[in-house]
């Protein structure tokens, strides 16, 4: 072996190098080279020190431009992973921008050491795309061709990676340009010197000598025959260089063919996973030996030992180069070397904004929570945070300890400057007054939280989401064992600010389980409401953070908030322990009920949750007080599951029978299949929503308090559970969603004999605008609600249906088959008849709109032949629709009207029965011919 070890950069605390800790492997980011940054201008924060130029000297070091104390200081916050007293965020910022400068120069010498001009490889399709991980890692090949799209819009793969680890180096290869390298079709002579001088750097040559190679787990197929090729063209490239014989250098064998002879190990990822063990630590040894490695992906997906080999290598794994097919063709990598890849470009710029304040936005141009209007905002602040946001929790969802004093992310120090920066923000703000600086360090304190460590100041302002004195709260102990749900369920635990709590995991189950802090979605809080409306934290919301199987993380929020956990699996029973949580007013059960009146009297927590079967409730204290200020919490739990659980879910086609109907049973029998269980936990946030009334999803978030069979929480759950497909064609996007509401206050009506208060509908002039031939009518959700009820009123009246509301979960069950269906050709050809589309290819269908979907659906519903009751409402099909349901051969729905009081719908669905011939008149309201499903009068 010849050694000449080459130095890329000085070796300092904190250095972002190559150590392989779990965290900087996994959150530096990924992405590849974009063109170069232009320097924003210079300027001093009015401290005693220069603020740094976004590309310093390269001699630059880890601390350039601190004074000693404040380099004692911000080492001294590093050490013990939270901010040191007297320590700044700007001085943080500092460090990160030189370490961030050191990373993207730590490959240059190497990237130089490789380049050559005019390289040509034809990267075939089961080639993989590579992705470098900053800092301890580099783009060495990129593509800038494509067979397929715009190759100049499209961002450059990167088909060789190189990194160094002890005193050895490393190449990864996304594909083997070894194959048929004697064609000439595949590599071009540039390409052919690059890759000799890539393997004379590998070996720390001098030049071309004979190697002594070690060759592991190669392919060697008719179209694959790598254990042939690469030794031919080492042959040609390395005279009387020596290797192995193919396969006894393979899995546990590999070790004994590391020797200090060994110049270079060549290796892919054939064999079994049961060989993993023996490959990684023969791997290990090689780098620790200073022996060169050269990773080559034989072809297709990444498996087992892939994947750890090329973690080892500091490289991940990306897309397939299938769908762009993108090479090299003439490449020049010159122009590539130095440059710093996004999103570090961009963070690079957020942070030299922060330092320089270079700009000052104008936030009176954002329109509540968007700023995209505000110039230069998102270039130079923005996009950078976001991509810092994403980076962190990408850690933490891997429990990463990025704070450790012995990590080298550099992700650290804007952490810990977010940290500092947090204990100065004071809500509210005002966007018209409040100075530019204190918005932009609030926002980075915003995106800059981070979760998995064990110190973490509590932030001594939350605005409106909570106060933070807790010197009351008492930390507990507690074991939860619960069913998880999609998308989560409540844990029934407080996480306090600046506390850590413990969570551990009981038991050795497979799925991955994952928790987090708060159910507010970050678009439910704006930054801006109005002008002074920055009132809290935007992103109270944790990352989910992973709890494997027996195993314990220990997690700490500087905002506090209830705990939530989430599975991958549906169903997934599971035990958690918590230490070092608080107890808030939460229900889960009969037992719970005293305990929980008592902490909602006492109000010491400004949150409170009450978990029923199948929807749960995360409410700000007050409006959870005002709404038992309606309901004792039994009651208010009997009648959330039933007209936000049951009643919806029947409605909505899924495995509910209601009074003993099964006639959904039969109906989707009839199309082999069974109906849906509930496998969804619907949440709802009280809170202040961003979204005025409220906003859809799940949870959906309003600012109201809740309320079982008030229409605002009903229309709320409805807009989750319609289907697109039950929108008519251009009309409002409600016209279907209040359906659900409606039969739930039906029910409470029929369960009660109160007044079910539904919204006002006009059939009246409905009624006088289809006589009078208005075409088309005003596509509004009002009047396509009605237009669904007469529908209903209709299937009922004329015997196609024994209770109209039937029609709804049956168009559930045709979208859900409808939906399937679409997956795949083969699904297609399969289900196609069975749906009324024997004739539609699928390219059609994928296409085709909601009238005609609907033309067809309610016919196969009803069994009646919509299209004509449908067209006096001016919603047609097309004429593949027309022949597709008239080969049905159905009876046809007649053209009646059904003339319901404004909110008489809601007490049942028999009406008088009008004739649409123009004699007909609208009855009057004491006609009597409304028929009231509770008296039967």
Partial sequence: MKWMLLTLCIVLAGCGGSSGSNDSAQGNGNQQPTTGETDPPKQTDGGPDTTPDANPDPATSLYTGLSDEQRQLVQLSRQQGSVAAGAAGNDFLRVALNQLHMDQHRFSEVQQQLLVNGISWQVPADAIQLQARFGHSAAALLSNAAEVGDAQAASPAAFAVVSQAGGGRNLALAANPMRNWQSGDVINASMQKWLRNAVVWLTQQQSAEPLQVALAQLSQTETKPDEQDIRSWLDHTFPNSRYNEAGLCDGDRLGSCITSDTDLLILSQQGNSTELSSIQQAL????????????????GSVNSIGQAMLSSLEVDAGSSNGAA???????????????????????????????????????SQCNNGDCSEVPDFYPHFWNGAEALQQQLRQLDYQHSDLMHADSDNWLAWLVLAGDEFRQHVRYPMDREQTDNLEFLRAMFADVSVYYSRDKNPAAPDLGTFSRTDFSHSQAIAKAVELVVKSPFRAVGVYVLPGQTITVERIGDGTASISVFINSIDDDATWWWKGRSQYRRPKYLRSAPILVPAGERIRITSPYGGTLQISSEAQNERVMLKTIGGAQHPFWAEESDTSRFNRDIEKGQYDWAEVVTQNLEIHSKLDKMQATLNSYEIEDLVEKTELYLGRY??????????????VSLERFSQKYSTDLRAVDTVQHVVIDDSSCSWGCPGNPYHKSASFSPILHGDLHLLGIGLASQRFRFTGWDEHVATNLYSYYSKYKYYLNTGQSPQCQSLPFERLFNDVVTGVDPLSPTWSNGAAIYLQLMMAAQSQGALLDGWQLIPKLHILDQLTEQALADNDSWFASREMLGLRDIPRSVALNMDSNDWLSIAISLALERDVRRFLEMYGIRGNNYVQTAVASFSLPELERKFYASGPQDYCKGLVHPELEIDGSSVWPSDDSGADVDDITGE
């Fill in 648 to 661: 919806p879910s029947y409605l909505s086609g899924k495995k509910i029978n209601v009074d003993g109907d």
């Fill in 284 to 299: 290990t040894q090689a780098q620790q030996q200073g022996v060169g490695v050269l990773y080559i992906h034989n072809a």
């Fill in 325 to 363: 097919r993108q090479y090299l063709l003439q490449q020049d990598m010159s122009s590539l070397v130095n440059v710093l890849p996004e999103p570090y470009a961009s963070m690079q710029k957020t942070i030299v904004t922060l330092l320089d304040v270079a700009f000052d936005f104008d936030f």
